[in-house]
């Protein structure tokens, strides 16, 4: 009998920003175009511009180890990286099966992937917030 693993819940789905949206999490204009300056296009909406998440962390993280960037510019792009953190959702699953009480473990499975849905549907919302904020300027 052949034991077959799960596939990861949502693997293939890629989280996607723009420089818009990185605006309404605080960044200047001028840093979202340097963030995204060397990054490549994975789509492109009418003049809209959309890039990887991934890929902008990865950008913002080589960006803060400048050495001459400014407290009050690095204090803002560490806040849009933690915001862009919080939409990839990477979660570290804990193994359940160590635990004496099947109930027990088959609850705290339930309550972790609960949390983790909750967490990633509330990025997804600040991220569109986000979006409405930049283009609005509210």
């Known amino acids: 009998m052949k034991m077959q693993l799960s596939k990861p819940k949502e693997m293939n789905e890629e989280k996607l920003t723009t420089r818009r949206q990185l605006q309404g999490y605080g960044a200047s204009s001028y840093h979202a175009e340097v963030i995204t300056k060397n990054l490549t296009l994975v789509a492109k909406q009418g003049r809209t511009y959309i890039y990887a998440v991934s890929d902008v962390i990865v950008s913002i993280r080589d960006y803060l ?34 635990a004496t009480d099947p109930e027990i473990n088959k609850l705290a499975r339930q309550l972790s992937q609960s949390m983790s849905d909750t967490d990633s549907a509330l990025a997804e919302l600040e991220a569109t917030a986000a979006t409405i904020k930049s283009k609005y300027s509210i």
Request: aromatic share 2%; with cysteine.
């Open 65 to 98: 180890q400048r050495p001459r960037v400014k407290p009050t510019s690095r204090q803002v792009l560490e806040g849009v990286l933690q915001a862009l953190l919080e939409r990839l959702n990477n979660v570290v699953e804990v193994p359940f099966c160590c």
